[in-house]
């Protein structure tokens, strides 16, 4: 595991204080009861902006602190354990590494100081289907005279009715699969022609399918390079991937450390349910599966902070935290017996997030067999 800084430790110990106080898991219970459709709280992204949070991997020179992936995964995972939902995936992690990657210097000056003051909401709009498959693009950006002309749409994408900026990929040339002929377009997402339509999510996260009808946009609105998005597309995703993974690392840590303490009050048959052989051994693998991929997230984020080649870390890092996440809340519930099958009890809220982030940017089964093929088999 890694070895924090102080200034990462003081990074961390905030960001647990705030989650704690600000944003418990009741705030999301709240959210999902008012019925609002929001899939976030905009004052509680406000104030992640004027802490500095959502500008930590932003370069200083936009405003930014330029900390590291890893420490924005350390703030992530504190979020993941109280269920905060926030834009702090799609847009200070998501849309700021594609921008800084790949970003022009107008490009960067327009969307990076905003992002990092927590003053704009932005995303990835990459799936069109049900399953993460990143390669499989229809949507289609025909060369027009001033430009270019979208034409498609995208699903499930994250924070999508409350962005305001959409980093679109696009297909200029080849066919849907081939990871050749992709481009990015960064899309007001105002823009004449879009249509945002809500959809509604198990774990109450908000997402968005977008529809795109002759959808106009300027050269100067092209990420990276023309027929070349894949260059800037994948690298974005393992920052995607190893980024989610330490969310849901908080999550599952923070479902095993309520079961720990129920164990330890729990009575039945006139004993603290703890005493119990086969609880102890479940709750051990438990714990001992938490750390490997704790050791797991940390290295991606770390590699990633390092710079080169991060494809099989991040997959790795994203695998082992669905696999975690999945047994977390599967023992949550069967631990806690009776009440854990209510929605009085927050281990449902826990369950239906897991369920959700196990698929969003691949499940495991995506990633296991991408890290098998990066590795030669």
Not at 68 to 92: F, H, I, Q
Request: glycine share 10%; with cysteine.
């Amino acid at each position: 595991m890694a070895v924090l800084t102080e200034e990462q430790t003081m990074l961390r110990d905030a960001a647990k204080g705030w989650t704690t106080d600000s944003a418990p898991v009741g705030a999301l219970r709240k959210l999902r009861d008012g019925k609002s459709g929001k899939g976030f709280d905009a004052a509680a992204w406000a104030q992640m902006g004027e802490m500095g949070w959502a500008g930590v991997i932003v370069p200083e020179d936009h405003g930014g602190s330029a900390f590291g992936y890893l420490g924005l995964g350390l703030v992530l995972e504190e979020t993941g354990r109280n269920l905060v939902a926030s834009p702090l995936l799609s847009t200070a992690l998501i849309a700021a590494s594609a921008l800084t990657l790949a970003g022009t210097a107008a490009q960067k000056t327009a969307w990076l100081d905003k992002i990092a003051l927590g003053e704009a909401v932005a995303t990835l709009a990459v799936d069109e289907g049900s399953h993460h498959a990143p390669a499989k693009v229809s949507l289609t950006a025909t060369k027009s005279a001033t430009g270019f002309v979208l034409n498609g749409f995208k699903t499930f994408v994250l924070d999508g009715e409350a962005a305001d900026l959409l980093i679109v990929v696009a297909r200029t040339s080849g066919k849907s699969g081939d990871t050749d002929g992709l481009t990015l377009f960064l899309v007001p997402a105002n823009a004449a022609g879009v249509t945002r339509t809500h959809l509604t999510l198990a774990d109450s996260r908000g997402a968005a399918r977008i529809d795109f009808k002759d959808v106009s946009v300027g050269s100067d609105a092209v990420l990276g390079a023309i027929d070349q998005g894949w260059a800037v597309l994948e690298p974005t995703l393992d920052r995607a991937y190893a980024g989610l993974a330490a969310e849901m690392l908080g999550s599952a840590t923070a479902a095993f450390e309520m079961t720990l303490d129920y164990l330890k009050t729990r009575t039945q048959f006139g004993q603290v349910i703890g005493t119990f052989q086969a609880l102890q051994h479940r709750a051990a693998k438990w714990f001992t599966d938490l750390e490997t991929t704790r050791s797991c997230v940390e290295a991606a984020l770390e590699a990633i902070d390092a710079g080169g080649d991060t494809r099989a870390l991040a997959s790795l890092a994203k695998a082992k935290a669905s696999d975690v996440l999945h047994l977390s809340t599967n023992e949550m519930v069967q631990m806690h017996g009776g009440i854990g099958m209510t929605d009085a009890h927050d281990s449902g809220l826990y369950m239906k997030r897991a369920r959700v982030t196990e698929t969003l940017f691949g499940g495991a089964s995506f990633h296991r067999d991408r890290y098998a093929r990066l590795q030669g088999f």
